[in-house]
């Protein structure tokens, strides 16, 4: 008898001590942030997702009163700052503003990554897509992706295309292209959009994937020719260039995103809140016009979707990883 009685004690203090403990959390995240928020970003300052970030951060200002920095932390394509954030305290303080890359690609390019995408990062929300455009020099023939696939299958090798590294998103995306329409394409590597478009305007390679803003930039100054999207649907920002699958390759449907994310263990009524932050500033009617306006369509999500998402781009992008034949390590 007198067991029964301790036991059901001990289950009336555990639960007064979960009770206490919820409350606690919740009332912690009623007055977050009490100081500056940590933001980590696996690239580097003046990049398109770094641009995208310092403006959700100032609508942040605005919207939510927040302190943001953001610390960029390039290196290994988003890694060196997804380690970093994994290893954060988990109290909301250190944030990551993480590409396609350091969770969905790097899994299957570096053989000893010290994080794990799903085990070790608490999703927050998916805030962006990000569509490549195909593009070419604006004195080239191609005046259509049929245009450059006939060339391509007419001369097997001999076109080259670049990319802002091995496993790139824009790697991936021309290597999918490339099997789909079975045509044999030479894959030159940079380091970045700054070497690319030189490359492309100097006639080193003939055809890239990049982003739209670079693309914008390009096609508007009438150095370079925009061929086709790599998502299934048609951009605002671009109504009259078709989508990969308007031009011959049913299906296609590839663009990187951006998302934010806490340390694993971060406490729900955190998450909420922050949630619900990012998603009222990045749907603030000037922002999203700003953000569509350059080609990055604003996608939000709940944290339960976003970590199926993250899951289900890790098989694809991993396939398409593998299917390239990429390596880094």
């Given at each position: ?241 078709p989508t990969l699958a308007e031009s ?82």
């Amino acid at each position: 008898m007198s067991t029964a009685r301790d036991l059901s004690a001990g289950a009336v203090a555990l639960a007064a001590i979960i009770a206490v403990a919820g409350s606690a959390t919740t009332a912690m995240a009623q007055v977050y942030p009490s100081k500056p928020v940590r933001i980590l970003i696996g690239f580097p300052p003046g990049t398109a997702p770094d641009t995208i970030i310092r403006q959700i951060n100032q609508k942040l200002g605005e919207t939510a009163g927040w302190t943001m920095i953001v610390e960029n932390r390039p290196g290994q394509g988003g890694s060196l700052a997804a380690t970093d954030a994994a290893r954060a305290t988990p109290d909301g303080y250190t944030l990551l503003f993480s590409a396609t890359g350091a969770l969905a690609t790097n899994p299957a390019l570096y053989r000893n990554l010290r994080y794990d995408p799903v085990k070790d990062f608490t999703p927050i929300t998916r805030i962006i897509d990000l569509p490549l455009v195909l593009m070419v020099n604006a004195g080239s023939a191609y005046k259509s992706v049929s245009d450059f696939v006939a060339d391509a299958r007419a001369r097997p090798g001999t076109l080259n295309y670049a990319s802002v590294g091995n496993g790139s998103t824009s790697h991936l995306v021309m290597a999918s292209l490339a099997k789909q329409s079975g045509i044999q394409l030479t894959h030159v590597p940079y380091k970045g959009s700054a070497e690319i478009i030189p490359a492309l305007l100097g006639g080193s390679v003939q055809a890239v994937f990049d982003s739209i803003v670079v693309g914008l930039g390009q096609s508007k100054a009438g150095r370079a020719r925009m061929l086709g999207v790599s998502t299934g649907r048609r951009l605002s920002a671009l109504p009259d260039v078709p989508t990969l699958a308007e031009s011959g390759l049913p299906g296609f449907d590839m663009a990187a995103w951006y998302g934010v994310l806490g340390p694993a263990g971060l406490p729900q009524p955190l998450v909420n809140r922050v949630n619900q932050e990012f998603i009222k500033a990045v749907t603030s009617p000037d922002l999203q016009a700003t953000l569509e306006a350059q080609g990055s369509p604003v996608v939000t999500s709940t944290p339960e979707a976003f970590a199926a998402f993250i899951r289900s781009e890790g098989i694809k992008w991993g396939q398409a990883v593998r299917e390239s034949g990429a390596t880094v390590d």
